[in-house]
RNA sequence: GGGCGAUUAGCUCAGUUGGUUAGAGUGCUUCGUUUACACCGAAGAUGUCGGGGGUUCAAAUCCCUCAUCGCCCACCA
């Protein structure tokens, strides 16, 4: 009798394994003999989170390719990494700083980094030890974080070659300035505060305009209306007037355009670009001039003439006052409410102003990712996302690269006299002395880690690039159009070929009531209470079965208990084969009866049906047709078949049975370990030397043999 | 506002290119403890495959339409 398997199956053995699998160095491929490389990059998680049940798909899946192909004899790399998240992140870091009575205004922009370095490095080691008590057989030794120096630098030089390209340039950008702290911020820093005031009708030549905002209307040039509203029939687009406004006589032109609102005010309405983000956008269509009415400190220029240098605030009054005077203020509507943007933080009213910002134009890069999809140097798996990929990519527009966060990569541009009309320009690594001054913004996110595949890899001269490309980029299918396509982009600007051969997209993960998992909506599962309340072989079986790719999952507690049921079984099915074939020696026996050759030739379609699903993606079936095969097929049929021939059969028939049932274990539990590594390792060092016991680790034993196409 | 997807047993979902009597898990009913397992086994009940129309010898599957729900993007659509 096997003592140990006396003992009921404890999800908490699993524990042990882990450091078992790294210690023996199969996870670096270095240590693998294969010749043929197969590797995946990691998304790389948010390095001052946790993971979540996104994560837990994405991983689980991965790592079932990585252990399949590793036990297939491929030299197999999963690369590991974390992501430093900037808005997330410094958000996260200013709720400390408030904690501590501090706050990141007033700050020098280096210490603010340092510290938010710092403070995410000492909590990285809690995310990664998520990855291991998911069983994620990636290789630490290549672990990568967004802001290491090299990843620095190689985005550096890319922005420096696609500046020397000519795919950089800088263009205008409606943001939202803080007036009070003198800097930018991002749209999750502002949030809308519902306010009541006042809202002024004013004659505008023949025309009766509303605006809650009197104090930026001084270079008004353009009336808008929209083109169906019968009141202003009788004119015509771009018809121009002389109309008399706060200091004298200007000329005013009519647009026709379906951004004016009928149901608003009077209809009509004219436009002040450089402080508003929809009117801005109206100026760029008609390509009409900007110019900037308001200072960075809140103050009215000179274009205002006898109210420049007033605060807006003390403004708004007085040119009401002025206009009135004149006769042209009609009305005012004392119970105007509206939403206005202000600070998330000190709550100080965001004034939207004009910046130069730097842009990717991206006309021929989303062709050249789209020539290359033609052909086929990569390959999108589900349809759905094919499609959804080339709309996106077929209608680019310039992405802005510029953030307003200090914490990410600064861009390495330097400033003579910036923002101004004699701005100077010098892109450089180096650090500039004589005047220039860096800019203070940071890269996009996707910029960084488009590079993600080369920089994990040691772009550009690493040994490592031997792994490039990649052959799966597995992912939700949420980032179609934010991450994979920079990738893409990337990889084919700097080497010339596209970082992965397939795309593989996972849906979400949804709650019981088919709502995304999230963080914000707090309903999403943790991968990690899951795994300790049913084990983490449970955890990813339900991770698997029914998500098929691109197809959004439900994720209960009630699919993952039925899992832990399922390692139960297994673990029960090895103790009945342990005890039944202890102290045989099988090497000189042959499977004798009709029937356990039957078994066998079953057990062989199970092995193609698995192995043909895995190599086609569809993990989720090979999992779901094991989970039948090792339950209602070898627990229910030929365990209990087994009983009666151990009892009353001969010897003989006895003696083929028992080789049979090893073959069937031993097989199964090779089959199952890609999805449930923890459990059938475990049970693996139990199984008697030598016959069907190939190495003394389960990871990487020769994956069963089996017939292509079957 | 635009795009994408879903709707199958009480609940959560599979169903690969149309092809016998539509399947799992969970829940429910009855019975059962014999060499693993009660985190079990055996047997059973439960479905106008969202509504309507069309193509076909044949539709859960293909086409049209309506309804409901969800996701994503919102100067890209």
């Known amino acids: 009798m096997h003592k140990k398997f006396l003992k009921p199956y404890e999800a908490s053995q699993e524990s042990l394994i882990y450091d078992e699998w790294e210690k023996s160095g199969y996870f670096n491929p270095d240590n693998l003999n294969g010749k043929t490389n197969y590797c995946i990059v990691m998304p790389p998680p948010n390095a001052n989170g946790r993971l979540h049940s996104g994560h837990g798909t994405d991983f689980t899946l991965k790592d079932i390719l990585i252990r399949f192909h ?112 003198q800097t930018s911020l991002s749209d999750i820093e502002t949030k809308f505060k519902d306010e009541k005031g006042k809202f002024y009708y004013f004659k505008y030549g023949p025309f009766t305009i509303g605006t809650a905002r009197p104090e930026t209307k001084f270079a008004d040039k353009y009336i808008i209306v929209h083109p169906d509203d019968k009141r202003y029939k009788q004119y015509k687009h771009k018809q121009k007037f002389t109309v008399e406004w706060i200091n004298g006589p200007i000329e005013a032109t009519l647009l026709k355009d379906e951004t004016a609102d009928m149901e608003m005010g009077s209809g009509a309405m004219t436009i002040t670009p450089w402080h508003s983000q929809v009117d801005f956008e109206l100026a760029c269509k008609y390509d009409l001039p900007v110019e900037q009415i308001i200072d960075w400190d809140g103050k009215l220029l000179p274009v205002a003439g006898e109210f420049a240098g007033l605060k807006i605030s003390v403004a708004r009054e007085k040119i009401v006052e002025k206009l009135k005077t004149k006769g042209l203020l009609e009305r005012i509507d004392e119970n105007y409410e509206h939403a206005v943007r202000v600070c998330d933080r000190t709550n100080i009213v965001i004034e939207p102003q004009i910046k130069s910002q730097w842009f990717v134009k991206m006309d021929k890069l989303s062709k050249r990712t789209l020539d290359s999809l033609d052909n086929k140097e990569y390959k999108i798996l589900t349809k759905t996302h094919e499609k959804i990929f080339r709309h996106w990519m077929s209608n680019p527009i310039d992405w802005n690269i510029s953030r307003q966060i200090i914490w990410g990569i600064q861009i390495p541009a330097w400033f003579k006299n910036k923002d101004t009309d004699k701005e100077e320009i010098k892109i450089s690594k180096e650090i500039q002395k004589d005047g220039w001054v860096q800019d203070t913004d940071t890269f996009d996110t996707w910029f960084s880690s488009g590079h993600w595949p080369l920089v994990t890899l040691g772009y550009p001269d690493s040994k490592d690039m031997e792994f490039y490309p990649t052959q799966v980029m597995e992912t939700g299918a949420d980032l179609i159009f934010k991450w994979i396509p920079r990738m893409i982009i990337f990889g084919l600007y700097l080497k010339k070929e596209a970082p992965f051969k397939d795309i593989y997209l996972h849906g979400m993960t949804q709650d019981a009531k088919g709502v995304k998992m999230s963080k914000s909506k707090g309903n999403g599962l943790s991968p990690l209470d899951l795994a300790d309340e049913f084990g983490t072989d449970a955890t990813r079986m339900s991770f698997v079965v029914a998500t098929p790719p691109g197809m959004n999952t439900i994720l209960t507690k009630d699919k993952v208990r039925a899992y832990k049921k399922f390692s139960n ?50 993990m989720d079936l090979a999992a779901e047709r094991l989970y039948h095969y090792v339950w209602h097929e070898v627990a229910d049929k030929i365990l209990e078949d087994s009983k009666s021939i151990f009892r009353n059969g001969k010897q003989e028939e006895k003696d083929s049975r028992k080789q049979t049932l090893y073959t069937i274990l031993s097989t199964s539990l090779k089959l199952l370990h890609p999805f449930t590594p923890f459990i059938t390792e475990i049970i693996w060092k139990e199984l008697p030397d030598g016959y069907m016991k190939d190495d003394k680790l389960l990871m990487i034993s020769k994956w069963p043999e089996h017939e292509e196409n079957k």
């Open 70 to 181: 590793r036990m297939m004899g491929y030299k197999t790399l999963l690369v590991p990494g974390s992501d430093h998240a900037g808005f997330e992140t410094q958000g996260e870091y200013e709720k400390e700083l408030k904690k501590q009575g501090r706050s990141r205004f007033g700050m020098k922009d280096k210490d603010l980094y340092k510290e938010i370095f710092d403070f995410v490095m000492s909590h990285k080691h809690v995310m990664e030890n998520d990855i291991k008590k998911l069983g994620i057989s990636c290789d630490w030794s290549r672990n990568k974080f967004t802001l290491d120096k090299d990843v620095i630098s190689t985005s550096c030089d890319t922005f420096i070659k696609m500046y020397n390209d000519g795919f950089i340039y800088r263009g205008k950008k409606c943001i939202h300035w803080n007036p009070k702290f």
């Open 569 to 618: 079984k297994i673990w029960n099915i090895s103790r009945f084969v342990l005890e039944n074939i202890e102290g045989e020696n099988f090497e000189n026996k042959k499977v004798s009866s009709l029937k356990d050759k039957e078994l066998l030739s079953n057990l062989d379609e199970e092995v193609s049906f698995v192995t043909n699903h895995i190599k086609k993606y569809r």
